[in-house]
């Protein structure tokens, strides 16, 4: 079964420090694709950061960071630096390649982040 | 930068009311995505849209809904009959390949 999983139901991280969200997966593809989305009380998804399986670097969006464990099967989150405008949820999401389709995203239920002055 | 858009932001609707949800997606993308946020919960998807078809659907969507790209620039979801549980965050997105999805800010359905 396709799944995603983030534990952290919320989180808080005082401003400037960094913060790690945490997302494990599970599929049986091969190949698959790991996104991170950002949706703040306004209500739109923005898109964050994208990782392919078979990526040998972590991915990296200037602040954001992937850290991308196969073996493990977790794809954690990683802010630098915070800024009180990261307060929001964070949702990870996963695209697998084969079974169950290759288009959808499959999400987690969120990680509620308060970033504090 | 461009962005998918959505239009309207708020819908309220009566049951068993036909509503078409409105997108525009980013101009040179070729993949079309519906996905639904039901308050509190996990953002579902509902399906996808290739090349003038529907590439892949979920067991939600099921034959109340629809989908149409009618003028090579718009991108709708129509929902025939609604019902209470329709009630939720629809969001449309698009990218350029199947390794990008970029959602618009949502219409949010209220079915009284």
């Known amino acids: 079964a396709q799944k995603i999983t983030q534990t952290q139901p919320g989180m808080f991280v005082q401003e400037k420090e960094a913060v790690t969200l945490d997302c494990t997966y599970d599929t049986s593809d091969q190949s698959y694709g790991l996104f991170w989305y950002k949706q703040p009380s306004s209500g739109e998804m923005i898109f964050l950061i994208y990782?392919?399986?078979?990526?040998?670097q972590n991915a990296t969006e200037g602040r954001y960071s992937l850290n991308f464990q196969k073996a493990r099967k977790s794809a954690n989150l990683v802010i630098s630096a915070s800024q009180l405008g990261d307060s929001a949820m964070y949702f990870c999401?996963?695209?697998?390649?084969?079974?169950?389709?290759?288009?959808?995203?499959?999400f987690g239920a969120g990680t509620r982040l308060a970033v504090h002055p | 930068e461009p962005e998918v858009t959505q239009t309207p932001s708020h819908q309220v609707t009566q049951m068993g009311q036909e509503v078409i949800l409105r997108c525009v997606p980013i101009s040179n993308h070729l993949y079309f995505y519906w996905y639904r946020q039901i308050l509190g919960q996990k953002v579902e998807f509902l399906v996808s849209f290739y090349n003038n078809e529907i590439s892949e659907k979920s067991e939600i969507f099921d034959d109340q809904f629809s989908v149409e790209r009618p003028d090579g620039s718009n991108f709708t979801l129509k929902i025939r009959s609604t019902k209470l549980e329709d009630s939720a965050m629809y969001f449309c997105?698009?990218?350029?390949?199947?390794?990008?999805?970029?959602f618009g800010p949502g219409t949010r359905l209220t079915v009284l």
């Open positions: 990782q392919g399986s078979y990526d040998e």
């Open positions: 997105a698009s990218g350029l390949d199947t390794d990008t999805q970029y």
């Open positions: 999401a996963m695209r697998p390649m084969f079974s169950g389709g290759y288009n959808k995203l499959i």
